[in-house]
């Protein structure tokens, strides 16, 4: 229960964080190459970050012994042990499972520092620019109006629903690869730096991501940077055994990790000048619009934990076991490979639903320049009349 409640506190306290970082795409910049370059640069520095709060983890607890616990049976049968060996191995598990304790804080404390002084640059480092006070609506809409106002733009709901399924398809292979890597690939001592790979090869292709769709479109990038995921979640439960090709497959699903992080959140701002157009007397939602982009995020990463652990506990799963059942090791290959391969076809089959293209955007572009201009000349010209009215 302590457990449970200071994790609830926390998942709570980032997303109020998360929500309005997230959201402040929206006011650095009213131009769409200018938020496009910033979501890229915003979700390169997020994957550098995730980069370096795994190599932190990694080493440090990768430090700390945690024994793994042999097979009841393969003890029985290996029964020669004294009551003083008894009393040494208990010794030496309680001594590492401390020893593991304390890395776990330590990391802790090194990446909750990272993340106060990040929070802090943010903070004072950026700076909103607002829209003059003369195109501001007069009367705000409500929450609820807004927000049934949101859940009725058909893009806003396609998007949001090939979003769900796309992440969390990535959410159970991320969940489950260190698993698949240490139990059914045999890589215990490997599992950190496959991760590193994955996460690093994102890092590295995001700026790629970038320049696709600028040249080739949104749309073209989700479909080609998400689908080449699959042929090497395919691969990597077909072949036997290998490392090289284990750090092949996290290469290339780092390449796919790439574009399933900075796609759909590029995608959002352009929903948002959409619905601007359709609702120009509504302004002000920009929050509930990547606030429950956020929730649906939170809410794949509950669905795909909750999926993992009660997958695993049927197979019947042995925590930090030596070895585990044949079971487990066929659910880890569902839940890295047949899992997210479905997750992932069902998201880009509602992407072919999501109906702002290349063509619209430029469309939505213009109307949004055109009704700013008009707008602004027709407060000008009130602004005008009110001072020569004061003169007169």
Request: net charge negative.
């Amino acid at each position: 229960m302590w457990y449970l409640f200071f994790y609830c506190i926390f998942q709570t306290l980032v997303t109020c964080f998360h929500v309005p970082y997230s959201a402040l795409t929206m006011f650095i910049s009213r131009e769409q190459s200018e938020r496009d370059s910033a979501t890229a640069y915003r979700m390169t520095v997020e994957v550098l970050g995730t980069v370096l709060g795994t190599a932190i983890q990694g080493q440090i607890v990768g430090k700390a012994d945690t024994p793994c616990i042999a097979d009841p049976l393969l003890l029985s049968l290996a029964n020669s042990s004294s009551v003083v060996m008894e009393e040494l191995n208990i010794t030496h598990e309680t001594g590492s499972l401390t020893d593991t304790r304390n890395a776990y804080m330590i990391a802790a404390g090194v990446i909750g520092g990272i993340y106060i002084l990040c929070a802090f640059i943010l903070t004072v480092g950026v700076r909103e620019k607002r829209a003059p006070i003369e195109l501001q609506s007069d009367e705000p809409v409500s929450f609820f109006q807004g927000l049934k106002l949101v859940m009725n733009h058909g893009p806003y709901i396609k998007l949001i629903a090939g979003f769900l399924f796309t992440s969390l398809g990535f959410m159970l292979l991320e969940g489950n690869f260190a698993l698949f890597c240490t139990y059914t690939l045999g890589f215990r001592n490997d599992f950190q730096n496959i991760l590193l790979a994955i996460m690093l090869s994102a890092t590295l292709t995001i700026p790629f991501w970038q320049w696709f769709l600028t040249r080739f479109g949104k749309k073209t990038a989700v479909y080609i940077g998400i689908s080449s995921a699959m042929p090497f979640l395919i691969l990597v439960v077909i072949l036997k055994s290998n490392l090289v090709v284990t750090y092949i497959v996290a290469v290339a699903a780092g390449i796919s990790v790439a574009a399933a992080f900075l796609l759909p959140w590029s995608m959002l701002p352009d929903v948002v000048d959409d619905f601007k157009l359709q609702h120009p007397d509504s302004a002000g939602h920009e929050a509930i619009f990547f606030s429950f982009y956020v929730f649906f995020t939170k809410f794949a990463s509950g669905v795909s934990l909750g999926i993992s652990t009660l997958s695993l506990d049927f197979a019947g799963y042995k925590t930090r076991g030596c070895n585990q059942p044949e079971e487990v090791h066929l659910t880890l290959k569902m839940l890295v490979s047949a899992a997210p391969v479905a997750l992932i076809i069902v998201g880009l089959l509602l992407f072919k639903l999501y109906p702002i293209d290349e063509e619209r955007r430029r469309k939505n572009k213009k109307a949004l320049q055109d009704l700013r201009e008009e707008e602004s000349s027709n407060s000008s010209s009130e602004s005008d009349s009110t001072e020569l009215a004061s003169i007169v």
